[in-house]
């Protein structure tokens, strides 16, 4: 249960990050918070020649709202996140979730973007961004561009970025103060992997719904028809029936449909409370 | 490249940082964890290794006063920092009155899962001083105890609490 060994490369610039990771294309892993990249290394699921780290690189740490969006850096911890929002109340969604990310000892170490990059389908973070239509910045030597949560995640721990673009910044957009939100989650312990999650965001528009811990990655559905309690809960057992559910070892397709259900009904007692 | 910045992995330099007060510093790769430079330190080997990939909490520490998993940081990214492990807590061979309480509930059989669970409930205990039961079991969740004696430690935190806010009163 040790890393085999790397090179280390703490540079003070994203500039000599993004080089460094160009230059050793493939073998080498951006290391921000490290909660899913140490136990990766440490189980020798990977072993990169080296390791880029972004934990002294200025400017990566803020938290700020521009243009109706929350914008998070590429080295906000989880925890930050959270205390930062205990009275943002345009933010419903992330306050909601976060609480369910890992144990509070993991939050104080894990990033936002890095757990967005790691692309879990049960993460709260990638459904929180893809429930929200957010996007990341991404950057590498060719520059700097946005891709939408809805194009970032691809395939179980997979996301669309090329192997030497860094997510540098996350960006949440704000609900609007009339939005209400529900979220619910089971796992086996609190803290745990979700083994199914629902999330319901309700403004004006809309009903925006998504499930985690279902697919190979989080799902989201607009229902810019169902604005009645009623009608959301006969779409979310129509999704529940008719959607490819996954299974693991510890729970059948069977249940994650049934938690799916009674889920929702939580969401949806919450939304609308 | 900033090549003041890089280590090769056969590198082994010097890593600085303050361990319960006192200027701890060793020798290590790039790829020594947190844990493992504890553990070398003379006289600091309480912070248990675990299952060493973040799920159980053995060697939960406190880094710059949060707790978290010292398998789950590297030594060099805590150059600087300040650490603080079981081995803080007992001033001059007299236990603190929360492992006095550990010890009076039975709130450890093995001990294995101890110095960490002591780490998060020290935490808890600071940050929020008339915990409820409840948050008391949730910040004991982020912790794994093979005897299974959860009910000991939460009666001990509880114990400690009520304790501490009566002398202050």
Known sequence: MKSAAFDFYRPSTLTDACKFLSDHQGDCRVLAGGQTLIPTLAMRMASPGSLVDLSLIDGL??????NGELIVGAMVRQSGLERALKHQAHQPVLSAVLPWVAHPPIRNRGTVCGSLAHADPSAELALALLTLEGRVLVQSTRGQRFVSAKDLFVGTLQTSLEPDEIIVQAHFPMLDSSAAVGFSEFGYRHGDFAVASVLLVRDPRGVRLGFGGVDDVPLAFDMTD????????????????DLDVRSDPNTSSEFRRHLLCSLGDQAIAQAWA | MDTKRYMNKNDRPLCVMTVN????QAECEPRTTLLDFLRAQPGLTGTHAGCEHGVCGACTVLLNGEPARSCLAFAHQCAGLSVETVEGMATGGMLTDLQQAFSRHHALQCGFCTPGVLITAEHLLRKCPDPTEQQVREALSAHLCRCTGYTGMVQAILDVARARSAKQR
Do not use: S, W
Request: glycine share 4%; aromatic share 8%; net charge positive.
């Open chain 1, 61 to 66: 740490q803020a938290i700020r709202y521009a």
């Open chain 1, 226 to 241: 169902a604005f009645h309690p009623a009608a959301v809960k006969e779409r979310i057992l129509e999704l529940a029936r």
């Open chain 2, 21 to 24: 007060g006192t200027r701890r």
